[in-house]
C-alpha cells in the first residue's frame, strides 16, 4: 500500500492548526478580557499564561512550515493573498510580546498602558486569524460582500477565543476571579452561538462549493451530528460553568474541556467543507504537493521534530499546573 504523503501531510499541518488555536487561543482570549479585571486580577491572568504563552505559538509556526515545505505552490497563493492580514497578525503578535514583558517592570499609569496595548494585540491578532480564515474560505474573493463575510468570520473567532479564555480561567484561579470568569463563560458561549450561527448562513452564499456539500442530501446527514454535538457541548459548558460558579464539585477543568470539544467540531466541520482543497477552489492537497521525494525526507524530520515539541508541551503544564499566583512575576 502506497503512502498518500499529500494527504499525510494536510492531516499534519491541520492537527497543528487546530493545536495552536487552542493552545494560543485561550492566552489570546485571556488578554482581551484583561481591561474587564481589577489591577491584582490582571496580574493573576498574566501569571496563568505566562510559563506557556510563548511556547504555544511554536503550533503556528510549525503549520505554516509544514504549508510551506510539502505545499509550496500554496503557500505562494496563500500568504500572497493575506499579506496585510498576516502583517496585522504579526504586529499584534510583537505587541503582545513586549507589552507582557514591559509590563511587569512598569509601575503606576505606564502598566496600565501596557495592560492596554497587550489587550490590543491580543484583539488585533485574533481579528486577523478570523478575517484571515474568512478570506480562505471563500477562495480569496474580493469584494465588498466577501469583505464583509471576512469580518463576521473575525468576530466569530474573537468570541471563540474569549471563550477558550474565560474557560481557562476558571480552571487557573479561584475566588472572585473565578467567579468572574463564569460570567465571562457565559458571555462567550452566547457570542459563539450567534457567531456560529451566522456564519453558518453566510458560507453557503459565498462559496458555491461549501453550498453544494452541505447540501448534497443524503449523503451529508451524517454531517448534521456535528452541529448535534456542538450544541450538546455548549449546553455541558454552560451548565458545568453554572455549576462550578454555585460551588458544586465540579472539576475546574471540564469546561475549558467542552470549549475544546466545541473547537474540535467545528474543525472537523470546516476540514469536511474545505477538502480537498488547500487553496479553496483552485489547488487540491495533490496539485499543490512537493515533490514524492521531498515529502519523504520532510516527513522524517517532522516524526522528528513532533515527539519533542509535544512531549515539550506536556512536560510545561504539568510543571506549572495548579491555581495561578498573582506573585509569579514579581
Not at 80 to 91: H, R
Request: charged share 10%; net charge neutral.
Amino acid at each position: 500500500m502506497t503512502l498518500d504523503l499529500p494527504l499525510v501531510f494536510a492531516v499534519l499541518m491541520g492537527v497543528a492548526i487546530l493545536a495552536y488555536v487552542v493552545l494560543d487561543g485561550y492566552d489570546l482570549g485571556v488578554g482581551m478580557l484583561m481591561p474587564a479585571a481589577a489591577p491584582r486580577e490582571q496580574d493573576v491572568m498574566v501569571s496563568s499564561i505566562g510559563p506557556f504563552w510563548d511556547a504555544n505559538e511554536t503550533w503556528l509556526v510549525l503549520g505554516i512550515g509544514l504549508l510551506l515545505v510539502a505545499f509550496p505552490v500554496a503557500h505562494g497563493v496563500v500568504l500572497t493573498a493575506l499579506y496585510l492580514p498576516v502583517v496585522a497578525m504579526l504586529i499584534g503578535l510583537m505587541l503582545r510580546g513586549v507589552a507582557f514583558e514591559f509590563r511587569v517592570k512598569a509601575e503606576g499609569w505606564h502598566r496600565e498602558m501596557w495592560n492596554w496595548l497587550f489587550w490590543f494585540g491580543s484583539f488585533l491578532t485574533s481579528l486577523a486569524q478570523g478575517f484571515m480564515l474568512g478570506a480562505y474560505i471563500t477562495g480569496f474573493e474580493t469584494g465588498f460582500g466577501y469583505f464583509l463575510f471576512g469580518l463576521l468570520v473575525a468576530g466569530g473567532l474573537c468570541g471563540g477565543y474569549v471563550l477558550l479564555g474565560a474557560t481557562w480561567l476558571i480552571w487557573r484561579t479561584e475566588g472572585a476571579l473565578q467567579q468572574k470568569a463564569v460570567g465571562w463563560t457565559h458571555w462567550g458561549l452566547l457570542w459563539v452561538a450567534l457567531g456560529v450561527a451566522v456564519v453558518s448562513v453566510a458560507t453557503p452564499l459565498v462559496s458555491e462549493t461549501v453550498r453544494d456539500k452541505w447540501f448534497d442530501f443524503p449523503r451529508t446527514l451524517g454531517l448534521m451530528l456535528l452541529p448535534l454535538a456542538s450544541l450538546a457541548a455548549w449546553i455541558w459548558v454552560w451548565r458545568v460553568s453554572g455549576r462550578i460558579r454555585k460551588g458544586e464539585a465540579i472539576p475546574d477543568w471540564a469546561p475549558f474541556a467542552g470549549a475544546i470539544a466545541i473547537y474540535v467540531l467545528a474543525f472537523l466541520g470546516l476540514a469536511y467543507s474545505l477538502f480537498p482543497y488547500v487553496v479553496m477552489d483552485q489547488l487540491t492537497i495533490w496539485e499543490a504537493a512537493a515533490h514524492p521525494s521531498s515529502l519523504k525526507v520532510v516527513l522524517v524530520g517532522a516524526l522528528i521534530v513532533l515527539p519533542f515539541i509535544i512531549g515539550w508541551t506536556v512536560f510545561v503544564y504539568r510543571v506549572f499546573r495548579g491555581k495561578a499566583s498573582a506573585t509569579l512575576y514579581e
